[in-house]
């Protein structure tokens, strides 16, 4: 995915360094589609800070007009923004660093009631067309004032996986959040354990993921609405080094990284996740090309999808982007594992040093031997 992606969530993966704070504006964009889904539900955001997520204070901002239940979030123990302020509403001295989850306990707000515009006092301070600056302890102060909500600490170190933060998701109704990278796999399928609605930010990439694809080809995860390529910006901790090749640091000394192939995944369903893609390609035989280890004709673009071709296609991945589920059905995808049973050949030694390569992917037979495609989807029309 390019090398924001290598130098960005590539080492996120690799270093378990997984602080990546999403931005106000991508979270508006999204969230505007699922306004119906909130009414009288439990929201859980258990994979933030209170103090620096964007999720808290969207939902925190607008609990009333989305006409929540109850809000939830919970800070892990090795935040490097926000557990120094809750350390001093607690107490607690802690040090930042790369140990810095060790010993200590994670933290959680739940907020039933919000009392009109003052109840939220400065959790909604403007800032610029991202629009928070940020929760500060006087903001959280003013919902906790409420004897209805609380602030208090955890008995563990707030992962998502504690059984304290699962008897949390038992309770909920839906999760929003941006999980940790390195455990995205291990995250959603927490979330469907317990048969939750969610709203989640992951790379583009995890489509192909064994434990991921099944879920997307059944029609129980799909991708949001608002990002559908670009890249994307995250604020992250002072301690995070800056490699990626697009980043900055603001004027207050705060980080940023720009990634690219983010998209939100989801199960929640929207009326214009079913609108009709327009087709107004032709299939033509003669300059169709197939494949060789399937029986299906590449597609390279969404848009030159034949309108008028009833056989199996291969499509990249992005072609989720615009998927309707009345209009196609995914039947796989051309991996090493032949998880969808659609491959017709295997190669070896004898057809090329590189059969090794060409039995993970799509193969297309060309005059100077073969060429291989990245990932591609297979799939059929349903009319």
Known sequence: ????????????????????????????????????HFCGKVVLCNCDDPFESNFFKYFATNFNFLKLRRLVATGYAGSGFGYGQIGDIFGLRPEIGEDASKGRRGFKIVVNEVNGVNGVKGVNE????????????SGLEGLVKNKNNELALLGGNGDFRSAE?????????????????????EFIAKLLDYEKKFLVIGNVNA??????FPLIMKDKIWLGQSIH??????????????????????????????????????????????????????????????????????????????????????????FLDKYNPDQFRILGITDRQNSSGLRTKKYSIKDSDKYSDMNGRGVIKTESGYETKYARLIIKRRD
């Open 165 to 185: 933060c699962l008897e949390l998701l038992k309770e909920a109704d839906l999760v929003v959040t941006n999980p940790p990278f390195s455990l995205f796999r």
């Open 229 to 318: 390529g670009g890249d994307r910006e995250f604020r992250v901790p002072a301690t995070y080094p800056l490699e990626a090749a697009n980043f900055r640091v603001d004027g207050d000394g705060n980080r940023y990284i720009r990634v690219k192939g983010v998209r939100w995944f989801t199960n929640l369903d929207v009326p214009v996740r079913h609108d009709r893609l327009i087709l107004s390609k032709r299939y033509r035989a003669k300059e169709s090309v197939r494949y060789d280890n399937y029986d299906a004709i590449e597609v390279g673009l969404v848009s030159d999808i034949p309108y008028d071709y009833d056989g199996l296609m291969c499509v990249p991945i992005t």
């Open 126 to 137: 403007v800032n610029g067309v991202n629009g928070f600056r940020g929760v500060n302890v």
């Open 1 to 36: 995915m390019g090398n924001v992606y290598q130098k960005g969530f590539g080492k996120a993966k690799k270093s378990k360094n997984d602080e990546f704070y999403t931005q106000m504006i991508d979270i508006e964009k999204e969230l505007v589609y699922y306004k119906e």
């Open 207 to 212: 489509v192909g993921y064994k434990e991921i």
